[in-house]
């Protein structure tokens, strides 16, 4: 993956937007997600360390060793944990290709990886380098994106048509948008064992306005996030974004809205 093809970009509004990311799906990421009995654990493609803080908060024995391919994402990441005071000590980053590190085999009790896979063009060497570097016994965590399984009501066109194009251009040029769903197959051809798979979904209706709300405002800054590089592309056009914009709009002040998207979450023994 090339920096000039990451789809979301390296600017520090896109920074911002992946710490609230981060804060935004704890819940969700780290409810079924046990790092108990880990001390030295890999974080590959660490960004801006939103991940890091939480790790380190919620898992107060851990050290994390993060690596990453973008400096100023380093960077970034080196100056938000720098100010944290439960992350003193507890942690390296490094800028390193995830699929050829400079690391011994055997260092690591385990290894984490959240959102990443979806943009790296050979996951496969990814996970055979993770595995390499893992203890016997050493576990893999890996959450990532099944984009075949957003749903949005009332049907907006423009909205499908920017979704399918943001999914075709980060398959032609960064990755995999539906990789979740393969993780199982993936782990499996490395070597992995103890392989277990869970769907978890957000699902929101009018049963839960209030949260369908704050759902589909973090959608449509997530889908908007990566407009500069789909118009750089021309993989879609201005007319296209404003109104798939609009369609979002009217959709977040729909009173029978239905947002849905799953997501899969892996875990595997070395």
């Avoid at 996970?127 to 049907?155: A, D, W």
């Avoid at 064992?193 to 759902?215: C, S």
Wanted: with cysteine; glycine share 6%.
């Amino acid at each position: 993956m090339s920096d000039e093809n990451y789809l979301h970009g390296y600017t520090s509004v896109e920074q911002e937007r992946l710490r609230h990311q981060a804060r935004f799906t704890e819940q969700s990421i780290y409810r079924n997600l046990d790092l108990t009995g880990i001390d030295r654990l890999l974080e590959v493609g660490v960004g801006v360390g939103a991940q890091s803080e939480i790790i380190l908060r919620r898992y107060p024995e851990i050290k994390i060793v993060g690596i990453d391919q973008n400096e100023a994402q380093l960077a970034s990441a080196r100056q938000a944990l720098d100010t944290i005071p439960w992350a003193k000590g507890r942690y390296e980053l490094s800028k390193m290709d995830a699929t050829s590190m400079d690391f011994e085999s055997h260092t690591f009790d385990g290894a984490f990886i959240c959102w990443v896979l979806e943009h790296v063009p050979a996951p496969e060497r990814v996970l055979s380098e993770v595995r390499r570097v893992l203890k016997k016994g050493g576990r893999i965590f890996i959450t990532e994106v099944m984009n075949h399984s957003f749903f949005l009501e009332p049907y907006s066109p423009n909205v499908w048509k920017y979704w399918m194009a943001l999914n075709d251009f980060q398959h032609e040029q960064t990755g995999d948008p539906f990789i979740g769903a393969k993780l199982g197959n993936l782990l499996l051809a490395q070597g992995f064992t103890d392989i277990d798979t869970r769907v978890h979904t957000w699902h929101f209706d009018n049963r839960n306005p209030d949260k369908r709300k704050l759902y589909i405002e973090f959608w449509t800054t997530l889908l908007l996030s990566a407009k500069d590089q789909l118009l750089k592309a021309g993989a879609i056009d201005e007319e296209i974004l404003q109104q798939a914009q609009k369609e979002l709009r009217q959709v977040a002040k729909d009173p029978n809205a239905v947002f849905y998207f799953s997501f899969m979450q892996a875990q595997a023994v070395r």
